[in-house]
């Protein structure tokens, strides 16, 4: 067994997804949905259309006490930024499967913005720190914010500790889309096919903040037929007990730098330009290259050719330059 350090990274087109009109609701408990489970009987048959009629983006909690999380399973993509405090916190998509319990869901920042413009999806949230809410206008985000205007969409379960208790569902982010007009939204598609990379079992994150404060370590480790979460070597499950897994594990470097947020102390931000990474797929990796811009990431292999995904949930790991990171061969 050896450890080596990483750098990473995978490719998205878009398509765009539309949606109507509808009354704004009151405050509902959560409704459980049916969602198909058939598959095409030949390559050439179209996918079942989306169970929900926009992609929307949901900031979670990933602090301790927001543990077992709900509805990251059913998530189509999964960003996970390092937040303040040596923590990290994810922006799901959701556009493919419903579920009707979906975070805790917490407060956005100034990254989450940013991915969420580049794409053009609405973004659910609880407020958030001072830059990230001045952002929200002059990026056009499609804003769905619990504590400003769109409380119905959300709930705080009885039985959690603020503020690791609030949630949403898919069908509620769904009336907030029709409601509000917010369309197009878009999803990434992925190239699809086989790379021949080197062999990897298991890859380990340590997410550390300023001055070096880490609270856990993340990791992914190939159980045969996905790459399992991990959360300091533990596997990680929902609320309900799925196993939390990926096809595709994006590891993205970029630079970080101090946000210096009045209302946040420590908060930081990203230069989402351009970089290297790996790509995580088939108990094997590969280095890649990616750019950000208008459209979101665009992934790439070292001769230029789009990166392939495996059909399934991809994450992407967005980490600041240097952090440290091992994998297993």
């Not at 595709?248 to 420590?266: C, K, L, M, Q, W």
């Not at 908060?267 to 990474?277: A, D, E, I, P, R």
Request: proline letters at 9%.
């Amino acid at each position: 067994m050896g450890s080596k350090a990483l750098l990473a990274l995978a490719p998205l087109a878009l398509i765009l997804a539309s949606c109507g009109t509808a009354a704004k609701p009151a405050a509902t408990s959560p409704t459980h949905h049916k969602t198909s489970t058939k598959t095409p009987k030949k390559a050439k048959t179209p996918a079942p259309p989306p169970t929900i009629g926009s992609a929307v983006a949901v900031t979670i909690d990933n602090a301790p006490g927001a543990w077992p999380q709900s509805g990251i399973t059913k998530a189509d993509l999964v960003f996970e930024f390092p937040a303040e405090g040596g923590i990290t916190r994810y922006l799901a998509v959701f556009w493919h499967q419903s579920d009707a319990q979906i975070g805790p869901v917490r407060s956005t920042r100034i990254y989450f913005d940013n991915v969420a413009a580049a794409y053009g999806w609405p973004l659910a949230h609880a407020g958030g720190n001072v830059d990230a809410l001045k952002a929200i206008g002059p990026l056009g985000i499609k804003n769905i914010d619990q504590i400003y205007g769109s409380a119905p969409y959300f709930w705080r379960a009885p039985d959690r500790q603020m503020p690791h208790n609030l949630y949403t569902s898919t069908k509620l982010l769904e009336q907030a889309v029709q409601t509000d007009g917010f369309t197009p939204a878009m999803i990434p598609a992925f190239a699809t096919g086989k790379f021949t990379g080197e062999k990897t079992s298991s890859a380990l994150i340590t997410y550390a903040d300023y001055p070096n404060i880490w609270v856990y370590e993340v990791g992914w480790s190939w159980d045969g037929t996905a790459w399992s979460r991990l959360i300091d070597s533990k596997a990680v499950t929902t609320l309900n007990g799925n196993a939390v897994s990926a096809q595709n594990v994006a590891i993205v470097y970029a630079p970080e730098f101090r946000d210096h947020d009045p209302s946040t102390p420590g908060s930081v931000n990203f230069t989402l330009k351009s970089g290297n990474g790996w790509l995580l797929e088939d108990a094997q990796r590969t280095a890649i290259t990616w750019t950000f811009g208008p459209g979101g990431f665009r992934f790439s292999l070292p001769d230029g050719s789009p990166a392939p995904f495996q059909a399934g949930q991809t994450w992407v790991e967005v980490l600041p330059t240097g952090t440290p990171l091992t994998y297993t061969p």
